[in-house]
């Protein structure tokens, strides 16, 4: 039986949601950022779009644009939920649904069909269902596999069907740019540019020896994209690999060379990724350090010791042994920590009782802030901080350790 799969892209998430909780901002230019002063646009409303503003742009770019943009400060905690609700109805009409990322799901809808109706009609019944409940249109792609659906969600954006049938995948592709496929970058695009391949027709037409010349194994699955081959599964949450490390990164308001003021957000950091791992019962034994400079260079450092961590006080005296190790080149835009060598249930039981009475707390502290709210109760040396997050991983989601409050 061919599959269908769709792809489910809600538009302009981030400033949707803000327009249907702020009534008030509905119609007018919207771009959602970041909390500090160094904050990008993390999204735009259709109506900021219209005048050139767009993802990634600093904000005195997009006033540039838009002299009447109004922006607002993106809420971490509303979106996720928005997206748990979204996945609720999704898994309505199959349970096979992988989240993409936090606006974005795929579903394999094959087996679906004899409850629901074809494609068409599943996707249709899924766009009512999320405007009913949550004010938002999707963008729905139909197609035999996900490389096609999600390139079909992308094309009559916003509130847009379409569907994407095999018999007329020829002539479709023949002119259509490599880089509308996804996993096709610009770099990638370049690369291709060069070699004269500029289109998917073209690209699915090239010796598959001199795909491979160039870009080596990868070059074979190139080929099969510019087909509209592919044949990736749908793979729902619980069935996804486990996460190999736990990783938080931040920018900072301003690039700083004082040691007191990075180890400050190491602690902050290293609070986070052992809550992370604490949740799904995690510990590991390799630490690592990301710094990136004033000028973007960026590199990592990383610890190997000889016991199992999940407490975020003693991963911030890991990381900050190995950042006391390095000589700052120049100002620090950028710090990040992240924990690997995961292993599940690994921790080591403590044996003397100032150890089990700081894991009575550490387990205290954790079901306090599960019950209200994460950061609820922190240690005092962050009480000044903001701990509100507004950038969403793309590997976000709702449940495992990609999950993060």
Known sequence: MPRTILHIDMDAFFASVEQRVHPELSGRPVAVCGANARTVVLTASYEARAFGVK?????????ALCPGLIVVPGDHDRYIDVSRRLVEIYQDYTPTVEVFSVDEAFLDVTASRTLFGDGESIAAAIKHRVRRETGLTASVGIGPNKLLAKLASGLKKPDGLVRIELENLPIFLENLPVKALCGIGPNLGRALA???IRTCGELGRAPLERLTGRFGIIGRSLKA??????????VPAEEEPEAK???HGMTLARDSSRPEEIEQHLLHLSEMVGRRARRNRLAGNVVTLTLRYADFQTFTR???IKTFLNDGIEIHLEARRIFRAVRLQQAVRLVGVSLSGLSRDAGQIPLFEADRKRRRLIAAMDGINDRHGGWTVRWGTLLTRDPHKTVISPAWRPKGVRDYD
């Open 194 to 196: 060069e070699m004269g």
């Open 245 to 247: 490390s736990i990783g």
């Open 225 to 234: 994209m510019g087909q509209g081959q592919d044949d990736r599964p749908v």
């Open 302 to 304: 990383q610890r190997r």
């Open 55 to 63: 993802t990634g742009m600093t904000l005195p770019e997009a006033r």
